[in-house]
């Protein structure tokens, strides 16, 4: 998280926080949680269920719920699915080129190619 650097589109320095971070079931640690609101960046993170159990059982020394948004963790499936899609293509999957700039070429012809597709 400490090099996320996203462009801004009229230039200037980069924001080092997104607007909104998606996780699944495996980063939805304490540890993770506490970071994020620390930063003050907005999550959708599914909490499992023996975490939920644990924090039941302790009653009202277990905390608060997390926050969850089902609306927007659907969204998380569009994303793997698109990068799954990339991924078929053999040059994307194994990363043939050498130079991150030609691998990056690589990636928006396919993404071209995926796109006129639909």
């Known amino acids: 998280m400490e090099r996320v650097r996203v462009a801004r589109l009229d230039g200037g320095r980069p ?3 997104p607007d909104h971070l998606g996780g699944d079931k495996a ?7 506490r970071y994020l609101r620390r930063r003050q960046i907005k999550h959708t ?6 975490q939920r159990a ?3 059982r302790r009653g009202s020394k277990g905390g608060r719920p ?6 927007i963790y659907k969204r998380r499936n569009e994303v793997e699915r698109t ?4 991924k078929n293509f053999r040059a994307v999957a194994t990363r043939f ?13 396919v993404s ?7």
């Open 45 to 50: 993170i599914p909490e499992p269920k023996n």
């Open 83 to 86: 990068i799954n899609a990339l």
């Open 54 to 56: 644990n924090r039941q």
């Open 27 to 33: 980063h939805s640690s304490r540890r993770n949680r």
């Open 97 to 109: 080129d050498k130079r991150a700039y030609v691998f990056y070429g690589t990636v928006i012809v």
């Open 15 to 17: 924001r080092t926080r």
């Open 66 to 71: 997390a926050g969850f948004n089902k609306t």
């Open 112 to 118: 071209i190619r995926l796109w006129l597709r639909s």
